[in-house]
């Protein structure tokens, strides 16, 4: 019998992140610190137990819940230093966990109130990547951070958004978002960002089918054109099943579509159970979406809500779904292949990087 893929195995397999939040994914002790700073107050003031406190208040079953604890996350990165920090940590830490590519996601428009401009912020952030990224490579981990930049769907600012991101496209900005809560506001508010983002060649990716369902997937690949869906767990609705076996499923003609069209399904376990997108891991439906061979990758969505990393999620699936080294590799080429840097990057990370590591333990 071949032994499964242990978390200190995984820990230091290459590995590829398309979808995590800047704001997302802060060490506790640094929330604390610069919430001391700008005197703001926060639920629980010691590092651990404010940790535990945004799990357990991000765990109601409720995505609308689940977005109010980033109050207390956003409120402290309201100038260049306190940006250029956390991402310069996001950068490290991503690193120490094996992680050999990301793009990480912020909106520019959350990080106003101090006076900063939208220009000041995307700066912050972009040097806080290169700095942690060659502290990373110093402490002898290389990875490479891009970044998306993310408009907020109840917001009226996308098109502002998505022209910062096109100009600031060849600095470390690779992609544009929306986020936020999905009921009632859909992408099609943000067409004319959308349409723009076409017409400069620019890739783009939407949260959706997360909370609401298939109307918001359909939505934000029919009529936005997203490269990927953001989430889009819920494309599980269209398709039917006798007792969850691929073997007789029957996938409906939007699932047909996003299989045929190898549309990238940016999945985050742990986040989805907490949202009440999933139930568990072990009915995640990213078992049956592997199983039919649909364009899937994992993610961590917000490190510091989840307490999660890439390793740990890629160990949940070891053992809810016996994953093997085949399928860590398979999940890991996806992500890379669904990466909005330029082919040869792509193709590089996974000839040089990836596949050379996992054919060790593939044999």
Not at 19 to 32: E, K, M, S
Not at 170 to 177: K, L, P
Not at 352 to 359: R, S, T
Request: hydrophobic share 45%; proline share 4%; aromatic share 8%.
């Amino acid at each position: 019998m071949v032994a499964l893929p242990r978390y200190e195995e995984i820990r230091t397999a290459p590995k590829a992140l398309l979808h995590d939040h800047l704001d997302g994914g802060l060490r506790p002790a640094t929330v604390v610190e610069l919430a001391r700073e700008v005197d703001h107050e926060l639920p629980v003031s010691e590092a651990d137990a404010l940790g535990r406190w945004f799990t357990e208040a991000s765990s109601s079953g409720s995505l609308e819940r689940y977005l109010e604890t980033f109050v207390h996350t956003v409120s402290v990165m309201q100038t260049e230093a306190a940006l250029r920090r956390v991402a310069a940590e996001c950068a490290i830490d991503l690193a120490a966990d094996g992680v050999v590519y990301a793009e990480v996601r912020f909106a520019p428009e959350q990080h106003l109130a101090g006076g900063l401009t939208l220009e000041q912020v995307v700066e912050a952030v972009l040097a806080g990547f290169a700095d942690g990224c060659a502290r990373a490579a110093a402490a002898g981990s290389t990875i490479r951070v891009v970044t998306l930049l993310t408009a907020m769907r109840h917001a009226a600012r996308s098109m502002e958004i998505a022209e910062l991101a096109v100009r600031y496209r060849d600095v470390g900005v690779v992609g544009f978002d929306i986020a936020g809560a999905e009921a009632g506001y859909p992408p099609t508010r943000h067409l004319d960002a959308f349409e723009y983002l076409h017409r400069e060649n620019f890739h783009f990716t939407i949260h959706a089918g997360e909370a609401f369902g298939l109307p918001s997937i359909w939505e934000a690949i029919q009529w936005c054109g997203a490269d990927r869906l953001g989430h889009g767990v819920r494309i599980v609705d269209d398709i039917a099943t006798v007792d969850g076996s691929a073997g007789e499923a029957k996938l409906g003609r939007l699932a047909a579509y996003v299989r045929d069209k190898r549309i990238p399904l940016e999945l985050c376990p742990s986040s989805n159970v907490q949202t009440g997108a999933a139930e568990s891991i072990a009915s995640h439906p990213i078992g049956l979406l592997h199983q039919l061979r649909f364009r899937v990758t994992v993610n961590t969505d917000n490190r510091l809500m989840s307490q999660t990393s890439m390793s740990r999620e890629l160990a949940l699936l070891v053992e809810a779904f016996g994953y093997d080294w085949g399928q860590l590799q398979w999940f890991t080429v996806n992500a890379m292949k669904s990466a909005f840097v330029p082919f040869d990057e792509r193709l590089a990370i996974i000839n040089e990087v990836i596949k050379p590591w996992y054919a060790k333990r593939i044999a």
